[in-house]
């Protein structure tokens, strides 16, 4: 019976532990936060790096206290961190894992909308 090669399977996750319970409730609720166009379109836009709100708001087309308010969530759950600038606040993703989530999440969108062939 021939031997079958899980090297390129999805299920099959090398050097890491199954996720427990804490872990899938921390990722759901990243998730959660995601699941807003609006704060979709602020942390892609701080993926390309740190922004004030004036900033965000005018590149995302959202109110200043709307992205205040939704900057204010993403803050509270630690996907953003800010700092002060003189008068400005300035905010930038927490980690890298956020960066490529987004990234990742936007791509995958990319090839929906468009009918791009899927990637293996």
């Known amino acids: 019976m021939p031997e079958h090669d899980h090297s390129?399977?999805?299920?099959?996750?090398?050097h890491r532990p199954a996720p427990d319970r804490a872990q899938l409730?921390?990722?759901?609720?990243?998730?959660?936060?995601?699941?807003?166009?609006?704060?979709?379109?602020?942390?892609?836009?701080?993926?390309?790096?740190?922004?004030?709100?004036?900033?965000?708001?005018?590149a995302s087309g959202?109110?200043?206290?709307?992205?205040?308010?939704?900057?204010?969530?993403?803050?509270?759950?630690?996907l953003v961190r800010s700092r002060k600038e003189g008068r400005r606040v300035v905010y930038s993703l927490r980690?890298?894992?956020?960066?490529?989530?987004?990234?990742e999440a936007l791509s995958h969108a990319e090839h929906k909308v468009t009918g791009d062939p899927w990637h293996a």
């Open 8 to 14: 390129s399977s999805p299920a099959v996750h090398r």
């Open 62 to 78: 959202a109110s200043l206290s709307t992205v205040s308010q939704h900057l204010a969530k993403l803050r509270l759950a630690n």
């Open 25 to 58: 409730d921390a990722a759901s609720g990243v998730f959660a936060l995601l699941s807003d166009p609006t704060r979709l379109h602020l942390l892609w836009l701080l993926s390309e790096g740190e922004s004030d709100v004036s900033h965000l708001a005018g």
């Open 95 to 103: 980690d890298g894992h956020l960066r490529n989530l987004v990234i």
